[in-house]
């Protein structure tokens, strides 16, 4: 059983940067590939990044790509999402999960999910 805290959301206005955590309880990470999804109220939850278990393959969402980057540092069993230039658009709960496996975008293809941080963008 893998648990996920997520921490580092917050109010910032637009155009602000923002970055946050995601640690994992797991020995070691580095055989999960590590995600990022978001659910804005009254939405369904939006895939937003993800990366493999080295480190060495990403992927985006349509509407962060360019903007957001993930990253990861299995010796901290730590993964980050830097979000630059926030949009009021961005405001949302923040999901970190996990999965043995290939990335993916689907949710319910991810096998563990952390209980979220808000992030919210003001205009």
């Known amino acids: 059983q893998v648990q996920l805290v997520e921490s580092g959301g917050g109010l910032v206005q637009t155009g602000d940067s923002l970055r946050v955590s995601c640690a994992a309880s797991e020995r070691t990470i580095s055989g999960y590939a590590m995600g990022w999804f978001r659910q804005a109220p009254g939405r369904g939850r939006e895939f937003v990044a993800g990366i493999t278990g080295s480190g060495a393959g990403t992927n985006y969402g349509h509407s962060v790509k360019g903007r957001f980057t993930i990253s990861r540092d299995n010796a901290k069993n730590t993964v980050y999402l830097q979000m630059n230039s926030l949009k009021p658009e961005d405001t949302a709960v923040y999901y970190c999960?996990?999965?043995?496996?290939?990335?993916?975008?689907?949710?319910?293809?991810?096998?563990?999910w952390g209980q979220g941080t808000q992030v919210t963008v003001s205009s």
């Open positions: 999960a996990a999965r043995l496996g290939a990335l993916t975008s689907t949710p319910h293809r991810w096998d563990y």
